[in-house]
């Protein structure tokens, strides 16, 4: 991929994930994408196909109440790229929180094959997922 190409990929699934466009968000994966969660939550472990992420996605973000994404910066080495991005919450029951959360995607064939996901504030989401109320400071 080029940088172009790139750059283009990360600013799209930004919005997508921003706007909670998961259809259009899921257009850009591999049907048979890997997605590593981590945390202690209901969404955290190794999600397999496009299905598996559907799920994910539809459980977890009514729960968190995405507000906003922000790209922070990004960095790409042949087929993968390493993306931060600031995360807006507005959690059911919770008080909203703001973290960055860093992506790193496996790319193949022009589609994300791989995700792992790492959030700066994991104990937050895990309450926030969990309905405990009250969000961990970073």
């Known amino acids: ?3 172009n190409d790139i750059a ?6 930004v919005e997508d994930l921003g706007a909670g466009d998961f259809e259009r968000l899921l257009t850009k994966y ?3 994408v890997v997605c590593h969660v981590g945390g ?10 496009v299905a598996a992420m ?3 996605l539809s459980e977890s973000a ?7 994404v922000t790209p922070l910066w990004w960095r790409e080495n042949r087929d993968l790229i390493f993306i931060e991005i600031e995360v807006s919450y507005e959690p059911t029951g919770a008080a909203p929180f703001t973290h960055s959360e860093a992506l790193v995607y ?3 064939k022009a589609e994300i094959a791989e995700v792992w996901s790492f959030d700066q504030n994991q104990d937050g ?4 997922l969990a309905g405990t109320g009250a969000v961990a400071a970073p």
């Open 1 to 3: 991929m080029t940088d």
């Open 62 to 68: 009514p729960v968190l109440g995405l507000v906003k």
């Open 106 to 108: 496996r790319i193949e």
């Open 125 to 128: 989401v895990d309450q926030a």
């Open 54 to 56: 559907v799920k994910m």
């Open 8 to 13: 283009a990929l990360m600013t799209s699934l």
């Open 30 to 32: 591999s049907p048979d």
């Open 40 to 49: 202690e939550n209901s969404i955290s472990g190794t999600h397999r196909g």
